[in-house]
Each structure stands twice: as structure tokens, then as C-alpha cells.
């Protein structure tokens, strides 16, 4: 499963993200938020529970965006919204799908000078942090250390000092 994935310390708050949304919806679906110098991206998270859908009382509300034609612009969706990702905006709410109807993929992923903004599979990234967990577990993440007597020593001494002292 693919999302929208975003390195909030590689954005530096230039809005082209935003500038490039709008330019395609005609209203951003993607918002940036400046907190103590640093920028942080808002979009849909595209839930699996989704509070927006279970509380959309017309059933406008997918996963994949907002149906126009149901929506009423009540904003119950946007009050349920854990993340603040949906607006309400010329009688619709607009909530980011992804850019699902371009062939060209995302544009704020396309926008994006400093690629804060990528589009990856979760199943990949997942795989990559265990690795490199299970690296940093083994001890791999750090430069070899130096062989010879001073190495054995010292490896034998913490081998029998106690786990954890009462």
C-alpha cells in the first residue's frame, strides 16, 4: 500500500507543495504549519477507520477524496478529522486523495525542491526501519572495534559483570 509519506526536516516552508495542490484542485489540499522554525505538512492520512467517513452523514466521505455531489459542507468531517487535513471551501469539503485522477502522480510530490514529499510503499519502509533496528540491536550501525588482548579482556569482565545490580 502506497502513501504519501513526508520528512518534516527536510521541509523548509516554501509552499510550493501548496502552490502546486491549489494549482490542480483550485484549493490547497495540503497545508503547511509553522511550529519553532520548523514546517510541518498537513494532508489526509488516508485512515483505515476513518472518523471523517463514520461521521459524514450523507456518505460523501471515501478514502479516495470527497464525493461532490453528495456533500453538503456540513463540516462534521473536518471536526472529526484528527489531523485538521480536511477543509471546507466553496460549499465542498476537499480533503487530499493522492492526485488518484493524475497519471503523473501527486503534485505536491512533484513541487517539492527539497523531496520532503515522496510517495512510498508503508510495506518497504517498514522492512528498512526493522533492518536497520535489528542492525542497531546487533551492534552493526557502529565502527568494528579493535581486536587483541585489551578486546578480550574487557569483553570477558562485562560478561560476568550482573545484568542488573540489586
Known sequence: MEKLLVDNELCDGC?????????VH?????TIHELDGSYF??????????PCEIICPTGAMTNLGVDVTKCIACGFCAMAC?????????SNAHKCN???????GPACVKACSKRAIC???????????????IEKMLGLDKPAKKKGLLGVIT???????PLYED
Open 26 to 30: 483550485g484549493v490547497p489540499r495540503i
Open 119 to 133: 510517495v512510498q510503499d508503508v510495506d518497504v519502509v517498514i522492512k528498512r526501519k526493522q533492518k536497520e533496528h
Open 98 to 104: 493522492h492526485c488518484a485522477e493524475r497519471e503523473e
Open 82 to 90: 484528527p489531523f485538521g487535513a480536511i477543509s471546507i471551501q466553496y
Open 15 to 23: 509552499l510550493d507543495c501548496e502552490k502546486a495542490c491549489e494549482g
Open 41 to 50: 505538512p498537513i494532508r489526509c492520512q488516508q485512515c483505515e477507520d476513518a
Open 155 to 161: 569483553t570477558d569482565t562485562r560478561a560476568k559483570k
